[in-house]
Structure formats: C-alpha cells, structure tokens
C-alpha cells in the first residue's frame, strides 16, 4: 500500500490532454515539493517535474505539474503514442523523514 | 559524462546479506549539496524508496526496513553503499541508486540502469 494514491490506469487518444493525479495528506504533499517520474518498459524512471511544477532541461512543456492541498497532479497536452508508459509521483514526507512513491499510473495512448 | 552505475550479485541466498555498490562519476558530493538514493522496484510492482546519504552524511532510511538497511559513502572513491540483512524472496528486485541536488530538493535527476538481484530460499 502506497503512501501517495495514484489511480492504476489512465487512457487518452493522440493530441488530446490527459491529466493524472496524485493523492496524499498534509506530511507530504501538504507541505513538500512533489516530482513526477516517467518510465518506459524496462528502463530506469525519468525525471519529469520536481518542485510540483518545474521542468528539467530537454522535458517538453508538454509536461506540467501542478498541486491543491494534498492533491497534485500531471498533465500531459498533445499526446503522443511515445507517452505510453508508468508513471510515479513522489514527495518527502515529514512524519515519516522518508520520500514517499505514489503506486504508479499506466498511461495508455488509445 | 555524468553517470551512476549500481553494481553487487545477481543472486543472493535467504537470509544472506546484500550489498550493493552506486559508483558515480561526472560530479562529487559537493556538487549542489546533494544526496544519493536507493529505490527499488519488484518485478510488475511500483517504486519503493530504501535510503538517502546527504552530501554532509546525514542518512534516513525507510521505517519498514530500518532495522535491515545500512547507507554508506566513500567520497574519495565516488560511491555509495547500501547493505540489506537478512535477505527473503520478496526482496527480489531491481535495485536502483539516484541523484538528487539541491539539498535533495529537485528530484532524482539521474538514475543508474538498475540491478535485478534476485533471493532464493
């Protein structure tokens, strides 16, 4: 059982936007930075956001992220066949003094 | 280049010890305050995070395994790491060390390919 919630699947179709959340409570997202990680069958996770809503160097701004509360979100505009993969939220949560890993979306590009 | 690379056994016995090996090379653990990670995956299973070392050694460890991990540097050598005692067959993953800068506030920016270590009883 995951301390952060994130839904097990996710779909969209080709150039619409899709947006994926991630749930938590007031120890983690509540009050920390949450990162978004992308990863393709069999390879390792790709930084995709940090910060809740900044963009390493070479992510598209297709990408972006986003936080309420205790809730965060990714959303993905454009979508791309290339997008199908799992995809991870993470935060330091101060309760714990550990990060903490959503369960993981998979995202289907109908 | 800036590069991380996990290295220890492919197979381990239950109830041996693990102990795995993040060599780093392109930086240092002065290099924007950061901190090195141990997370791992099962097969078909999510990300768990195991361990944090800090540029200035401070350590935080995941409460459920707290009392089987153990986080370690070598700076002179660029690299961290991480034991696992008693070793059981649910520990069966890929293992993956990460960077993270920023007073390990801008995410794992940078990933080792991984380990599969695999337990047999």
């Known amino acids: 059982q995951s301390v952060l919630t994130q839904p097990p699947s996710a779909s969209g179709t080709p150039g619409r936007t899709v947006t994926l959340s991630c749930s938590g409570s007031?120890?983690?997202?509540?009050?920390?930075?949450v990162d978004w990680y992308q990863q393709l069958p069999g390879t390792a996770p790709k930084l995709l956001i940090y910060?809740?809503?900044q963009r390493p160097s070479g992510v598209p701004d297709r990408f972006s992220g986003f936080k309420s509360g205790t809730s965060a979100s990714l959303a993905i505009s454009g979508l791309r066949s290339e997008d199908e993969a799992d995809y991870y939220c993470?935060?330091?949560?101060?309760?714990?003094?550990?990060?903490?890993f959503g369960g993981g979306t998979k995202l289907t590009v109908l | 280049q800036v590069t991380l690379r996990e290295s220890g056994p492919a197979l381990v016995k239950t109830t041996q010890t693990l102990t795995l090996t993040c060599t780093f090379s392109?930086?240092?653990?002065?290099?924007?305050?950061?901190?090195v990670n141990w997370i791992r995956q099962p097969p078909g299973k999510a990300l768990e995070w195991l361990a944090r070392?800090?540029?200035?050694?401070?350590?935080y460890y995941t409460a459920s395994l707290k009392t089987r991990l153990s986080i370690s540097m070598d700076a002179s050598k660029n690299q961290v790491v991480l034991t696992l005692s008693n070793m059981n067959p649910v520990d069966t993953a890929t293992y993956y060390c990460?960077?993270?800068?920023?007073?390990?506030?801008?995410?794992?920016?940078?990933w080792g390919p991984g380990t599969l270590v695999t337990v047999s009883s």
């Open positions: 990460a960077r993270a800068l920023g007073h390990c506030r801008r995410g794992f920016d940078l």
């Open positions: 392109g930086f240092s653990f002065n290099t924007g305050e950061m901190c």
């Open positions: 070392i800090d540029w200035d050694d401070d350590k």
């Open positions: 007031n120890s983690n997202i509540g009050t920390n930075y």
């Open positions: 910060k809740t809503g």
């Open positions: 993470a935060a330091w949560d101060d309760s714990l003094s550990a990060w903490v």
